[in-house]
C-alpha cells in the first residue's frame, strides 16, 4: 500500500475530520448537560466515560468484523452505527433524559471504535515508518481542526447563553439530525471507493503472541495514558474557565485544539527530516509536565501571556501543544515489524482509548477536592510514562 495513495488518504482523511468533530463535541456538551441536568462535575464527566469506555468494551468484538468483512466494509459500518447514535440524540433531547444522552455518547463511541481500528494502521501502512508520523500529524490537522470548528458549531447552533434559567434541551435535534445524514451520506461514499484492502508484508521470526511485544503492550499504557490527559485538555478548560466565571467559556476548548493543529503541523514539516519521532515524543512528554506544572503556579485572573484568557488557563490550552505529536509518534513505534499481527496490535492501541474514560473522571474526582487548578497536576505521571516510552519503552524486545 505504498503507491496510488492520493484517494486513500483523503478517504480517510474526510474520517478523521468527523472523528474530530464528534469528539471533541463533547467539550462543549459538558457544561451544556452540567446545566442542563444539574450535575456534578464528576457527573458531568461521565459525558467523557460512556464516550471513552465504548472503546474497551467495543473493540475487541469490532475486531471480529474487521477480520470476516474487511476494512472498507468495516468502516461503513462503524459510520452507521454512529449516524444511529447520533440519532439517539433526538430522544434524548425531548425527554432531557441524562441516561439517554449518555447511551447516545456511548452508541457514538462504538461506531467510532472500529473506524479508528480500520484507519490508523492505514495511515502508517502507506509509506515508510519513519514518516508515519508526519502522515499521522496530516491526519490530526484534519481532526483537530474539527475539534475548533466543533464547540464554535455547537456555541452557534444550540445556546447563545448556557446561564439561561431554562435550557432548550430540543436545541440539540437539529445539529445531531444533520450529523446522522452527514453519516449517511459518507457510507454511500466509502461503499462505492476505490478504498483498497490492508495486505501487510512478511516479517521473519514474527512471534506467537503480540502480548510477547513489550513495545506494544508499553504503547498500550502510554497511549492509554496520553488520551486521558489530552482529553482533559480539552474537555475540562471549558469548566475551570466556568469555575472563573468567564463569558462564553463554550468555546475554550477551540484554545486547546489551535495548540494541537500548531503541534501537527510542526509533525508535518519537521518529522522525519529534522525530528525523529522518538524525539517528538519525547520533547512532548517534557512540555507536558512544565505546562501543568505552569497551570498549578500561574494567576487565574491576570493576563500577562494573552488578553483572551488568565495565564492559568493559557497553559492548559498549552496542553494541546504538548499533546499533539503524542498519537502520532507512538503508533509506528509500537507497529514496527508487526506483519501480520499488526490488526490485533492495532486493536490494543484502540482500546487504549478508554483512558479517555478513566483519566477525566479520575481528574473530577480530585478537583472536588483540590480543585481544579490543583487538579491538573495528576497528569504528571502520565507525561513521565509518555517519556520513558520514548527513552527505553519502544526499544524493549523482550519482558
Excluded at 43 to 65: D, E, G, K, N
Excluded at 108 to 128: C, D, K, R
Excluded at 215 to 231: N, P
Excluded at 281 to 305: E, K, R
Aim: net charge neutral; proline share 4%; glycine share 8%.
Amino acid at each position: 500500500m505504498k503507491s496510488n495513495t492520493t484517494m486513500p488518504m483523503v478517504l480517510i482523511g474526510i474520517l478523521f475530520f468527523i472523528f474530530g468533530f464528534v469528539t471533541w463535541l463533547n467539550g462543549s456538551l459538558i457544561p451544556y448537560l452540567k446545566v442542563l441536568c444539574d450535575l456534578s462535575d464528576t457527573q458531568a464527566l461521565l459525558v467523557t466515560f460512556a464516550f471513552y469506555i465504548a472503546y474497551t468494551t467495543m473493540a475487541y468484538p469490532m475486531s471480529f468484523i474487521l477480520n470476516k468483512h474487511g476494512y472498507k466494509n468495516s468502516m461503513a459500518f462503524g459510520l452507521a452505527i454512529m449516524a444511529f447514535g447520533s440519532l439517539l440524540f433526538i430522544p434524548a433531547a425531548f425527554s432531557a433524559s441524562y441516561p439517554v444522552f449518555l447511551l447516545a455518547l456511548f452508541t457514538l463511541g462504538s461506531g467510532l471504535t472500529i473506524l479508528q481500528t480500520a484507519s490508523n494502521p492505514y495511515i502508517v501502512l502507506l509509506g515508510p515508518n519513519e514518516s508515519a508520523a508526519m502522515r499521522i500529524s496530516i491526519m490530526g490537522l484534519l481532526n483537530k481542526g474539527a475539534g475548533i470548528l466543533a464547540p464554535i458549531v455547537f456555541t452557534a447552533l444550540v445556546l447563545s447563553d448556557i446561564e439561561l434559567t431554562s435550557v432548550n434541551a430540543e436545541s440539540l435535534v437539529l445539529p445531531y439530525f444533520i450529523m446522522a445524514i452527514i453519516l449517511i451520506l459518507l457510507i454511500v461514499l466509502i461503499k462505492y471507493s476505490s478504498l483498497p484492502e490492508i495486505k501487510f508484508e512478511d516479517v521473519k521470526d514474527v512471534k506467537d503472541s503480540i502480548f510477547m511485544y513489550p513495545r506494544v503492550i508499553l504503547g498500550v499504557v502510554a497511549l492509554f495514558f496520553y488520551v486521558g490527559v489530552e482529553v482533559i485538555a480539552g474537555d475540562t478548560i471549558g469548566l475551570y474557565a466556568k469555575s472563573l466565571g468567564l463569558d462564553s467559556y463554550t468555546t475554550f476548548t477551540s484554545y486547546t485544539m489551535s495548540f494541537m493543529v500548531l503541534g501537527y503541523i510542526i509533525g508535518v514539516v519537521a518529522i522525519p527530516k529534522y525530528i525523529s519521532q522518538k524525539n517528538a515524543l519525547l520533547y512532548s512528554g517534557l512540555l507536558g509536565i512544565i505546562s501543568v506544572i505552569m497551570v498549578s503556579i500561574s494567576s487565574t485572573d491576570t493576563y500577562t501571556i494573552t488578553s483572551l484568557m488568565p495565564d492559568s488557563i493559557f497553559f492548559v490550552a498549552l496542553l494541546g501543544l504538548a499533546n499533539a505529536l503524542v498519537w502520532p509518534s507512538i503508533w509506528p513505534l509500537a507497529l514496527k515489524d508487526l506483519g501480520s499481527l499488526t490488526p490485533q496490535a492495532s486493536a490494543l492501541l484502540i482500546m487504549a482509548i478508554a483512558g479517555g474514560a478513566i483519566i477525566p473522571l479520575i481528574f473530577g474526582v480530585v478537583s472536588e477536592k483540590a480543585g481544579l487548578q490543583d487538579a491538573y497536576l495528576i497528569t504528571i505521571l502520565a507525561y513521565i510514562f509518555i517519556i520513558y516510552y520514548a527513552l527505553k519503552g519502544h526499544e524493549k524486545i523482550s519482558w
